[in-house]
């Protein structure tokens, strides 16, 4: 098993710029979630799903969207990229809502 | 809302010495309590957790210890070894939330 992949590992973009990650998951979890890691700051959470075709909002929300479409795949939009989005952003899994979370390797974004 | 402090935020041990992390949380309907470990280049790796109707739970040379009237909970690493080496994050959850709130992370350095 393969666990909680991430793609891509690292990208740069400029302020405005759109992109989309890609977090995927093959042990049939529920739940998944996108955290961004800042410096001083630990994990903070950008939004959740509770399974396939639900989405809610975490703590922060704002210039993210994201959609899951399939069970296993959860992605994260940012539309109109800002520096104040550069950090590292992890995706995680679980089984039951809230309890072990499974990491993946995280994806680095910087926006100039 | 919930609030997590932990503390010290780096910590430098000599190897086969006792290093201690301690964490407080704000919320008293928070019940559970995992410990993560980032290595590097990685994401976060649940190490060893605890529940509020648990005071202290052992997994070879970890230990966590959980004070809920003084809101805090602890994480004691005996032995210490170089590959103990990381970040170390604490979390709290209160009862059938879907949110892990996240101390800062601690950086242990086990010298050898």
């Known amino acids: 098993n393969a666990g909680v992949t991430q793609t891509p590992k690292f990208r740069v973009l400029k302020t405005g710029q759109s992109m989309t990650l890609l977090c995927a998951q093959d042990?049939?979890?529920?739940?998944m979630y996108w955290y961004r890691q800042d410096p001083g700051m630990g994990l903070r959470l950008i939004h959740y799903s509770v399974g396939e075709g639900t989405t809610a909002k975490g703590e922060v929300p704002d210039g993210y969207n994201v959609s899951r479409l399939k069970k296993q795949n959860f992605l994260l939009g940012l539309e109109s990229a800002a520096p104040s989005q550069t950090s590292v952003y992890f995706c995680?899994?679980?089984?039951?809502?809230?309890?072990?979370?499974?990491f993946g390797p995280g994806t680095r974004l910087l926006v100039l | 809302g919930e609030n997590v402090e932990q503390h010290p935020s780096t910590l430098s041990v000599q190897e086969g010495d006792s290093a201690v992390i301690k964490c407080t949380y704000s919320d008293s309907a928070s019940n559970y309590f995992p410990w993560y470990k980032q290595e590097l280049g990685k994401g976060p790796q649940l190490i060893i957790d605890i529940r509020s109707n648990v005071g202290e739970k052992k997994d070879q040379r970890i230990a966590v210890t959980l004070n809920k009237t003084a809101k805090h909970f602890s994480l004691h690493i005996t032995e210490t070894q170089p590959e103990d080496s990381a970040v170390y994050f604490c979390a709290a959850r209160m009862d059938s939330s879907y949110k892990l709130i996240f101390g800062s992370g601690t950086r242990l350095l086990v010298r050898p």
């Open positions: 995680a899994s679980s089984y039951e809502i809230g309890e072990t979370q499974y």
């Open positions: 042990m049939n979890h529920e739940y």
